[in-house]
């Protein structure tokens, strides 16, 4: 299907819902058969493929300055967030579904269930950026995200290009790393309709990683099988300021 993928890009008219940031974002992206995915989509979403091929997506990050509209400007609750997450679209929009979302916080998940009816979980979460390796724009960082809920466990090492590497860019339209990266609805069944959710921001700047050391249970959790093995792409990104919009029937 040729999709629309440009509009959910633009702001929606009117005022946010709230503002927040995203930061030190990593993208591990894994091609997965589509009748896997479909068994666990609610049945009026479709299943969004890039040249026929479907992907799920564990996404560690933090979430920085997170408040609503009317809340002062100088208050923001900070956490730690990683989300399982594949791709959708519904009458020809599309945009992500989530399986599951982890953030450290009670207040946030309490929240996000309450507000958008999203499938978030309480998790003991950290975050580390190791000692760069130089000085400067040739530096090269490390940085390290774990998760934990129950018996599920998630951890990641991963290195990211220098600062001045030419590998740092925005995703070009029609790309496989614009159609995983550059999504900006999301969609959820809530009392048996679906709902969906805009946020806007500005593109990503992100560059493919080297991931040094990976441990992952949530992908398992959703229902996802891959056999121990590694990601079929791995990206970084410094982050991106954001705005939500209400939830409402789609």
């Known amino acids: 299907?040729?999709?629309?993928?440009?509009?959910?890009?633009?702001?929606?008219?009117?005022?946010?819902?709230?503002t927040q940031s995203w930061r030190d974002l990593l993208f591990l992206h894994w091609e997965v058969p589509q009748e896997v995915l479909r068994a666990l989509v609610p049945a009026p979403l479709e299943i969004d493929t890039y040249h026929g091929r479907a992907y799920a997506a564990v996404v560690p990050f933090k979430m920085r300055r997170i408040r609503p509209a009317w809340s002062p400007g100088t208050w923001g609750l900070n956490f730690y967030e990683t989300n399982v997450r594949t791709y959708v679209h519904y009458q020809g929009r599309p945009g992500v579904y989530f399986f599951s979302l982890d953030a450290n916080s009670r207040l946030a998940v309490w929240a996000a269930r309450w507000g958008w009816a999203l499938p978030y979980y309480y998790a003991h979460m950290q975050g580390s950026a190791g000692p760069a390796d130089a000085s400067g724009p040739d530096a090269l960082q490390t940085y390290t995200y774990t998760c934990r809920r129950g018996p599920v466990h998630s951890e990641v090492s991963y290195t990211t290009p220098a600062e001045s590497s030419s590998a740092w860019g925005t995703a070009q339209p029609e790309t496989l790393e614009h159609f995983l990266l550059e999504r900006y609805l999301l969609f959820v069944q809530k009392n048996n309709t679906i709902h969906v959710g805009q946020v806007h921001h500005p593109p990503y700047r992100f560059a493919p990683v080297q991931v040094n050391q990976l441990r992952d249970g949530l992908l398992t959790a959703a229902g996802i099988e891959t056999g121990s093995r590694p990601p079929d792409l791995a990206h970084a990104s410094p982050g991106v300021d954001v705005e939500v919009f209400r939830i409402e029937p789609a």
């Open 1 to 18: 299907m040729d999709l629309d993928r440009t509009t959910p890009a633009r702001r929606p008219a009117g005022r946010n819902a709230g």
